[in-house]
């Protein structure tokens, strides 16, 4: 067995003017809640999913790819990312998913059983798979002062 891993990051500053857009974490819409600065929907966990992809397959999706399909396409739903990077993953399977968030705003830890399950079916990885952690910033770094949100994931990969 061939045992690959993926480290991925992104952050997005809060766009608090911004009444048209909801904010999407994990595919998952938190109401009331400030969106994030993006072109795209600004899911900064897909990003960061994402970006763990393409640390196993070497093809970036995020950046020139993704402004193509958003701007060109407009395509700005994240999922559509996801799914571009995972095409690159040939023989290996996702087997496990670990991500940590950082922000001071908003409270993750309700919504984390509604983000595994929406992770689990856009990764097709059992929930079992997936671990999400969530912490304040404790008013350190940016995102501790709640002026964004940013993720890191690890993705592990097999064949
Ligand atoms: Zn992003």
């Not at 795209?40 to 399909?69: P, R, W, Y």
Request: proline residues 4%; hydrophobic residues 35%; charged residues 20%.
């Amino acid at each position: 067995m061939i045992v690959k891993t993926g480290l991925g990051q992104d952050s997005h500053k809060f766009d608090p003017e911004n009444k048209e857009k909801k904010l999407v974490l994990g595919g998952i819409i938190f109401e009331n809640e400030p969106p994030l600065q993006g072109n795209s929907d600004a899911d900064v966990i897909l990003h960061s999913i994402t970006n763990a992809i393409s640390g196993i397959t070497g093809i970036n999706i995020l950046g020139e790819v993704s402004d193509k399909m958003c701007l060109q396409q407009g395509i700005t739903n994240s999922k559509v990312y996801v799914a571009e990077a995972l095409k690159y993953l040939n023989d290996f399977k996702i087997s496990h998913l670990s991500i940590s968030i950082e922000c001071q705003k908003p409270k993750i830890t309700p919504k984390i059983k509604a983000i595994k399950e929406s992770l689990s079916n856009l990764l097709n990885l059992s929930e079992s798979d997936i671990g999400i952690t969530a912490t304040s910033g404790e008013n350190l770094t940016p995102f501790g002062k709640g002026e964004g949100i940013q993720v890191l994931s690890i993705i592990t990969a097999v064949k």
